[in-house]
């Protein structure tokens, strides 16, 4: 299935000369390293390319070859693209951007929600991360891997996989991260650019965080709300509370975390993170957002007690539904 699809995507991406390549606003590792290297594949290939994303990239991922190409401001009027490539991205709402109406348009994604925007949608949840999809149309291409394409494609399946430990960790994916090793990609090397070059504040916002958590009755949610002022007062941004909510799944009965970020009064930026037994891409949904079956994400209006209130009754009606 997968190789009449990625034939199907090969044979799209050769018939024009011109893309547009894109992904989800806030942009993390996958979508900055599937998008760099995408853009290097086509270069390789001769084609035009501007990758254009609603926010800049984040500082964690400046130190990837050719990050310096992701534009938030466009240098070119984007009508000049014959075809636009959406990557990590279940849908063009989520791009935060207005795009050329075009029909030339393909998603390659792995979020469990997508709502297939595009022409041509390569969308595949088992893939560990968009960017080991990126790979293997590089493979499909017979496009030689380098160091360039090869860090980008490695960091998109590291953060994505959580350092190759969620389930998404596939004997496929371990086989390009392989791959890429011996193109010359540095395990380490990247592990500490990416996750040893924190701030103090990072830190001090993760302590705060954490002396914040409150936990279910049953102690199977645990939720950590962190208000607009922790921000201020610890000149932190919302970037740099990143990976806060997946501590409280250490604790042995947790089933759900949640992280609140306080947007503005009554608006929230919720973070939603399971164990397995449950499924947060379907409450995510519910409330417009979205994700994986065990990480997902939505902007949600409301009390935050009401808000909670209303998750925590969907994670317990899935929970009520499975077998003891
Ligand atoms: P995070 O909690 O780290 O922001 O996001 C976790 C996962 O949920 C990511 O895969 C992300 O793409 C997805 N996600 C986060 N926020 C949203 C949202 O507002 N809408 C949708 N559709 N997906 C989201
Ligand atoms: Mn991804």
Known sequence: MSDIIINEVVGWIQKYHSFLITSHEAGDGDSIGS????????QSMQKDTLILNKDAVPETYDFLPGVERVQTKPT??????????VLDCGSLERTGLSLPKTSQCLNIDHHLSNDLCCQLNWVDPQMSSTSEMVYLVADALSIPM??????????????????????????QCLRIAAALVEAGVQPSQIFSQVYERKSANQLLILGTALSNLTMSKDQKIATILLKEEIFEENAATFADAEGIVNYP??????????????????FFKVSFRSKKRVNVAVIAEGFGGGGHHSAAGAKIRGDFTLVLEQISKAIYQQLANLAP
């Open 35 to 42: 998008q760099v290297a995408m853009d290097f594949i086509l």
């Open 76 to 85: 070119r009027n984007l009508e000049e693209f014959e075809a636009v490539i």
């Open 146 to 171: 380098n160091l360039s394409i090869g860090s980008n494609i490695y960091t998109g399946i590291l953060t994505d996989t959580g350092c190759f430990t969620y389930s998404s960790t596939s004997p």
């Open 249 to 266: 799944l250490g604790i042995a009965s947790v089933e759900v975390s949640l992280l609140f970020k306080e947007v503005s009064k009554d």
